[in-house]
């Protein structure tokens, strides 16, 4: 049974920063995408950013430059370092993976980002 364990969300002033980071726990997994999606309330849950195995990337264009999206293999774990940060990126933040074979999807349980001063 794949698991999702995501931390490092709070609450940050306007033009902070912030550490998303997002490991998968179990075994028998490979793991194809892992991306980050939001939620703010009453709206629908959107892409922020993911990453390919291999390393390439994809943001939605009002995070570009300011977020960075990056991954370890070795330790089945993503990472979203978010800079600059504005009071509309505050949401739930969602962490996502694909994997392989077949396996389907895993969602995380979510953490809060707030930005507010």
């Known amino acids: 049974q794949v698991q999702l364990v995501e931390s490092g969300g709070g609450l940050v002033q306007p033009g902070g920063s912030l550490r998303l980071s997002c490991a998968a726990t179990?075994?028998?997994?490979?793991?194809?995408?892992m991306g980050w999606y939001r939620q703010a309330p009453g709206k629908q849950r959107d892409l922020v950013a993911v990453?390919?195995?291999?390393?390439?990337?994809n943001y939605a264009d009002s995070v570009k430059g300011r977020f960075t999206i990056s991954r370890d293999n070795a330790k089945n774990t993503v990472y979203l370092q978010m800079n600059s940060l504005k009071s509309e990126d505050t949401a739930i933040y969602y962490c996502?993976?694909?994997?392989?074979?077949?396996?389907?999807?895993?969602w995380g349980q979510g953490t809060q980002v707030t930005v507010s001063s």
């Open positions: 996502n993976i694909n994997l392989y074979y077949g396996s389907g999807s895993r």
């Open positions: 179990g075994k028998g997994f490979s793991i194809n995408t």
């Open positions: 990453i390919s195995r291999g390393g390439t990337t």
